[in-house]
């Protein structure tokens, strides 16, 4: 039986860097990947974007109100339909796996689908993405993989403080905030840190938000 896997860390462990090895991994071995990310994510636009410099773009997006296992299929059929050149006649072509970046912006019901898609459509799906904003809190798509996912992996990074980074701090025009919206993209004054528990509560004074 396929699985759905959730590979997740702090901010700067690897996520993007994990996915597209993941998907060169297939690919060498002349099998078809999808990848795919939310649509919310607007950083690197419709790309998968690695700290190393690697990008690639996505296959399709996910949109706040899409059905992802019906976006999927329409992608997987297409890729049927393709075909390959080097392929025997006999070889069918077909989707080895569907990878998804920054899974954490999915809704709950997108994370339901994807869980279809392997157990259902029999594709091995691997989710990226983080479990907490910069508050703690979980983000939706992040509480529902670790309810559903078959297999949890964690990336790890460290802190500043040379600990496992386990929260991520949110900074605004360099100093940082512990109240906003859960979802901040956009904006150059706004960036991330990865820190350890003692860190995150020394600079938010001791306080989980």
């Known amino acids: 039986m396929a ?7 702090a901010m700067n462990s690897g996520k993007s ?19 795919a990310k939310p649509e919310i994510d607007t950083k690197g636009a419709s790309q998968v974007e690695s700290r190393l410099g690697m990008t690639r773009e996505v296959d399709f997006l996910i949109g706040p109100q899409d059905d992802a296992r019906a976006l999927f299929a329409r992608h997987r059929e297409r890729v049927r339909s393709e075909g390959d050149e080097e392929l ?16 954490q912006f999915l809704t709950s019901a997108q994370i339901d689908d994807l869980f279809r898609i392997a157990v259902i459509d029999g ?24 309810a559903i996912a078959h ?8 802190c500043r403080c040379g600990r496992k980074a386990v929260f991520n701090g949110r900074l605004v025009d360099g100093r940082f905030v512990f109240d906003g919206d859960q979802v901040a993209i956009d904006g150059a004054a706004v960036t ?18």
């Open 17 to 35: 860097t994990a996915l597209l090895q993941a998907a060169y991994n297939y690919e060498e071995r002349g099998q078809r990947v999808l990848l």
């Open 192 to 209: 991330y840190e990865s820190l350890c528990g003692n860190c995150y509560l020394e600079e938010s004074g001791g306080v989980l938000a």
């Open 88 to 103: 025997l006649p006999t070889e069918p072509v077909d989707v080895a796996c569907l990878l998804i970046d920054e899974a």
């Open 123 to 146: 594709i091995p799906v691997m989710a990226y993405g983080i479990r907490n904003d910069f508050r703690t809190h979980a983000f939706p798509g992040s509480a529902r993989l670790l």
């Open 151 to 158: 297999t949890l992996e964690e990336l790890k990074t460290i």
């Open 3 to 9: 699985k759905l896997y959730f590979r997740y860390g």
